[in-house]
């Protein structure tokens, strides 16, 4: 699937690949802030054509000077400006005039101030993209990029050693946070391809950053450092082909708690939105999310250095029992699997070592030390028994012993001659010099059993997301269905919802006693009784609800006693009666909706009803469009689907027609495109298999209020 947004990469890549660069409001030293790019761009050996823009001087670090960018005479890749924000306008207009093609803006005074920076912004970017310019920032430490020697900054992080260059490529949205990575980065030994930060991102989104590193040819992996979002469509495309190149994406978001959300607007202007369904956009395209700065550098390390494991299986060799019983718990938390190995090559592990314990994880004991060979006999048979996609050996402090590195090495590159799709780990202590070792033979390596375990379930999972996601652009360009601003009858929704292709209840609206008690002989069996009217959400909390009415005197004298009630506990409230339903026995009461999320459009959501999703809030997630393959995935993915699945004797509920019941649901939130607020079917009832179907047993639509509806 290629992916419809037009990123620009040709101006993109003027950005971070220029031939030429002008430093607008460069400086003879090296500490400020106009003239450390300047230095470092001459120090470590920019290879392009460079220029030094300062109407005050006749030249800089040993560079001639130009008053303005238009006396430049030849055409410029990259402005980096360095100059207050009553300035930033003049040389907008003068690069416009030069035509130069991108720019990076360290200036501050922008949209992170408030309204009126906002608004001086907004006109910052309407020019920008007039004149044809590619703009990061502003408000932002600007880009390097250690293999092409290109260093767009004023971070002081460069003077304390640089990163090497590298495979890995890293955008962040905050500079703070940038410079601290990239620290982490040179510290841990990582190589980058580009360092990014976007700041304000008045034009260059972290989105555009992404997209441009997954068309990148000396870029494999790809972190992100997220504190918000305003355009969810570019972010999934971005993604989206990350994913179709095969890149893993390690995605570090903050703003997970409504104070978090907050801190993280303030910051950077950006809107937060809702972070379960953050989490959601992450899953549909295969997104690594880190929790903790540790886990973000160790699986964009781990991604670099080792291949992407095909499958979940795992197979786990160790020297210490204890430890292997650890390693197998870690692992079924998550959702690895330890798949024992067949009886034969038990019987083989017993024959060379009697007491060992060889199922998976497989103990060859201490004997090891009186027989390295038991090392690579174990781990080979292993592999040709079960041909793991992921393998790990667990040898204690090992790796400190000379003669014992001697045989791990050893192992490692015969594993990996043998075995090349399939990711090796080793846990032990050992040195940074002999760590280097491993990874140099695509060996990830570990002090910690559980954090080797939490890598290569996070990997594994990459083998679960689909290879292409639909992106918003597959929604109709016009919706089909206009619906009214404000809730919808249930008896509207209901019927709305019918039309769709949603299986809903066998129901009638009753306007007198009369109709209510024939309702009972029309629809065929035990009735239920919902007050109706649009205006009135939840109908118990105003006793407007009557269960299992089996007669015609029940439900006439129900009709009455609901009507009244709800008349008093809503006098204001507009009446249509009620709404005769036939009650639906047995099977597992459902929820499901869409609600419109302010960045990334309509989100299908899907859980089981009454207290699972009030108390344990088991529900999944998806922003639309949606496959079908993706509905039954949400109903899979829940921590209560054994549920559904038939737990305790009970028997499974119809899986197909809940997936089927979704689709339509999505594919109505879709045809009514921004007029939908929200909809809701509460509950929506599964039903067992051998009876098929589910059915909506209540629903609620509601229609956007045109006046609040969010651009996208």
């Known amino acids: 699937m290629q992916p419809s947004m037009d990123f620009d990469f040709a101006g993109l890549d003027a950005l971070f690949s220029p031939r030429s660069i002008a430093v607008v409001g460069a400086t003879d030293s090296p500490q400020r802030i106009g003239g450390i790019p300047l230095d470092y761009l001459l120090r470590f050996g920019y290879a392009g054509r460079l220029h030094a823009v300062n109407p005050r001087a006749d030249t800089v670090q040993g560079l001639s000077a130009h008053a303005r960018l238009t006396d430049i005479p030849e055409p410029v890749d990259l402005a980096i400006v360095a100059v207050p924000q ?78 090497k260059p590298g495979r890995i490529g890293l955008v962040s949205q905050s500079g703070a946070f940038g410079a601290y990575a990239y620290s982490m980065a040179r510290e841990r030994g990582l190589g980058l391809s580009l360092w990014a930060t976007t700041g304000n991102e008045a034009d260059v989104q972290l989105a555009d950053g992404l997209a441009w590193l997954a068309r990148d040819p000396e870029t494999d992996v790809i972190m992100a450092y997220m504190e918000g979002c305003r355009d969810g469509e570019r972010l999934r495309a971005a993604l989206a082909l990350a994913r179709e190149r095969g890149k893993p994406v ?64 795992l197979g786990l060799l160790t020297v210490s029992g204890g430890v292997g019983a650890m390693m197998a718990d870690d692992a079924s938390a998550a959702g690895l699997d330890v798949q024992p190995l067949s009886e034969a090559a038990q019987r083989q592990l017993l024959e060379w070592v009697p007491f060992a314990a060889p199922r998976n994880p497989v103990d060859i004991t201490g004997q090891v030390t009186n027989d390295v060979t038991l090392l690579e006999r174990s781990a080979e048979l292993m592999m040709h028994d079960r041909n793991f996609a992921s393998w790990l050996g667990f040898f204690a402090a090992g790796g400190l ?66 290879r292409a996601a639909p992106l918003p652009s597959a ?60 205006d009135i959400a939840h ?155 589910c059915v909506a047993v209540d629903a609620l639509v509601i229609g956007a209020d045109r006046c609040t509806v969010p651009a996208r």
């Open 401 to 466: 012993s000379d003669a014992f590195w001697a045989v791990l090495r050893c192992l490692v590159e015969k594993l990996r001659a043998a075995h090349p799709d399939t990711l090796l780990a080793i846990c032990t202590l050992c040195s940074d010099a002999r760590r280097a070792e491993m990874e140099a033979l695509g060996c990830l390596v570990f002090s910690d059993p559980s954090a080797a375990i939490r890598c290569i379930g996070a990997l594994a999972s990459l083998a679960d997301a689909p």
């Open 86 to 163: 009553a300035h930033v306008t003049a040389v907008l207009e003068d690069a416009a005039a030069a035509r130069v093609r991108s720019m990076v803006l360290f200036s501050s005074g922008f949209a992170e101030t408030g309204a009126e920076g906002a608004e001086a912004q907004q006109a910052l970017q309407e020019r920008a993209r007039a004149a044809g310019i590619r703009l990061i920032g502003p408000n932002c430490l600007g880009f390097m990029r250690p293999g092409h020697q290109t260093y767009a900054t004023f971070s002081p992080a460069p003077n304390a050693g640089r990163v």
């Open 539 to 693: 109908k118990s909390e105003v006793g407007g609800v009557a269960l299992n009415l089996r007669t015609a005197m029940d439900a006439g004298a129900a009709f009455e006693r609901i009507l009244a009630s709800a008349r008093q506990a809503r006098p204001e409230a507009q009446l249509d009666g009620a709404l005769a339903a036939r009650m639906v026995h047995g099977g597992v009461e459902c929820i499901a909706g869409v609600h419109r999320d302010p960045v990334f459009g309509p989100v299908l959501m899907f859980g089981l009803g009454g207290i699972h999703v009030e108390i344990l809030r088991d529900v999944s997630l998806r922003a639309l469009p949606i496959t079908r393959d993706d509905a039954l995935a949400m109903v899979q993915e829940l921590r209560t689907f054994p549920i559904l699945a038939g737990a305790r004797g009970k028997p499974p509920a119809d899986l197909q027609a809940l997936a089927d019941a979704l689709v339509a649901l999505a594919d109505f939130a879709q045809r009514c495109g921004d007029t939908l607020s929200s909809a809701e079917i509460n509950p929506l009832i599964a039903l067992p298999r051998e009876q098929g179907g």
């Open 475 to 534: 929604c109709p360009a016009q919706p089909a269905l206009q619906l009214p601003a404000g809730s919808l009858s249930e008896a509207r929704s209901m019927e709305l919802l019918a039309k769709a292709g949603m299986p809903v209840v066998p129901h009638q609206l009753v306007r007198t006693q009369q109709q209510a008690a024939q309702a009972v002989q029309a629809l065929g069996g035990t009735i239920a009784l919902k007050v109706a009217s649009a």
């Open 250 to 313: 390690i995605m570090f978001k903050v703003g997970t708690s409504e104070l978090g959300a907050a801190a993280a607007a303030s910051h950077t202007a950006s809107l937060a939105g809702n972070d379960a369904v953050y989490d959601a956009v992450f899953r549909q395209y295969g997104v690594l999310r880190a929790h903790t700065i540790s886990d973000f550098f160790a699986l964009a390390a781990s991604a670099s250095i080792a291949p992407i494991p095909r499958n979940r299986s």
